[in-house]
């Protein structure tokens, strides 16, 4: 068995409800934290894809929903991307210095009907720390969903 990162128990401990955000971050997934890394991440690597990847893809249309200021916009003619400011901000549950803006940005695939959310805290944290956030958790963001609703290619 490895030995635990005593780092990621400082981590999980602000992930619980009521530390860093009301419902916290880790929903009521019975994993650990090392391990809903690791399933996402090797999720991720069987796409054939990067969290980079998609992180950049969710910034882009964040950058470009956030044009709408509340109201949807039309990006490649297809995604319909809202970006709703929720006031205040939230810091990042590794540690990091810095807070991200609690703004909602929804996308909606126009062609399927299918719809996906998340947050800049959700970038961030899949971009720096390929973290997801736990099953059941509000703001979750499911990898699979994430590339088939953005139709992103690898
Ligand atoms: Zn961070």
Known sequence: MLKKDPRLDIVEKNMMPGEISHTGFLGNDKRSLADILLDDG????????THQILAERMEELTDKGREGFGYPVMIDGFLEVTVEDSRG????????MGMYPKENVRVLNRKTG????W???NIHMIREHGFYEGKGSPFRVEPVDLVRILEIKD
Not at 42 to 49: N, R
Not at 114 to 117: A, D, G, L, P, V
């Open 119 to 121: 947050t800049s805290l």
């Open 42 to 49: 090797l999720t991720v690597a069987d796409l054939q894809l």
């Open 89 to 96: 901000s939230i810091a990042c549950p590794f540690n990091h």
């Open 114 to 117: 299918e719809e996906i959310s």
